[in-house]
T-cell receptor
């Protein structure tokens, strides 16, 4: 069965510092992996996804993530945090290539200090 | 940019009452979904819907839940007799196609916060 673990329910960084949000998954089939962001009082917005091909995936707002099969990880990074990055971030894995629903992690709330 | 619209944004209801959560998916999308997030917990899949029928549902989606597409634009989630543990944020989502969700991701609405008292 598929599952997702996000390490750290709350991460705090200073503006301009590196952002690293961790996600590990388990999947019995080659996974499709997603990162979503939720700003206050808004819906879940797709940041980036990995389906096949290049393992380093670039998304919106300067975020990127690298699929590492050997480590079953899909960590999200951004070189320099901006105040507007403060939000909750969710990692998700597809249940299988033949099914459409997603398995989400618990989310990581990112705070950015001035 | 096309949006998935959910109404209401907040709903408070008494235990045992019926509630209907409403969603307007993106107009050319064919697959519709409901997810929920209990406070402090994971976002959980409830049900997917295609061609006017349920295509998949989770074990959470028991007989008290139902979904409907009553017209060409709305997609609703009904909870027949609410329980305290139904208090959660409910998200509606849509995708262009079955594989569209895999390839493009869903488009989620901003959610309805349901509080059962």
């Amino acid at each position: 069965a598929q599952s997702v673990t996000q390490l750290g329910s709350h991460v705090s960084v200073s503006e301009g510092a590196l952002v690293l949000l961790r996600c590990n998954y388990s999947s019995s089939v080659p996974p499709y992996l997603f990162w979503y962001v939720q700003y206050p009082n808004q819906g879940l917005q797709l940041l980036l996804k990995y389906t096949t091909g290049a393992t380093l995936v670039k998304g919106i707002n300067g975020f990127e993530a690298e699929f590492k099969k050997s480590e079953t990880s899909f960590h999200l990074t951004k070189p320099s945090a901006h105040m507007s990055d403060a939000a909750e971030y969710f990692c998700a894995v597809s249940k299988g290539r033949s099914q459409g629903n997603l398995i989400f992690g618990k989310g990581t709330k990112l705070s950015v200090k001035p | 940019e096309p949006e998935v619209t959910q109404t209401p944004s907040h709903q408070v209801t008494q235990m045992g009452q019926e509630v209907i959560l409403r969603c307007v998916p993106i107009s050319n999308h064919l697959y519709f979904y409901w997810y929920r997030q209990i406070l402090g917990q994971k976002v959980e899949f409830l049900v997917s819907f295609y061609n006017n029928e349920i295509s998949e549902k989770s074990e959470i989606f028991d007989d008290q839940f139902s979904v409907e597409r009553p017209d060409g634009s709305n997609f609703t989630l009904k909870i027949r007799s609410t329980k305290l543990e139904d208090s959660a944020m409910y998200f509606c989502a849509s995708s262009e196609g079955f594989m569209g969700a895999q390839l493009y991701g869903y488009t989620f609405g901003s959610g309805t916060r349901l509080t059962v008292v």
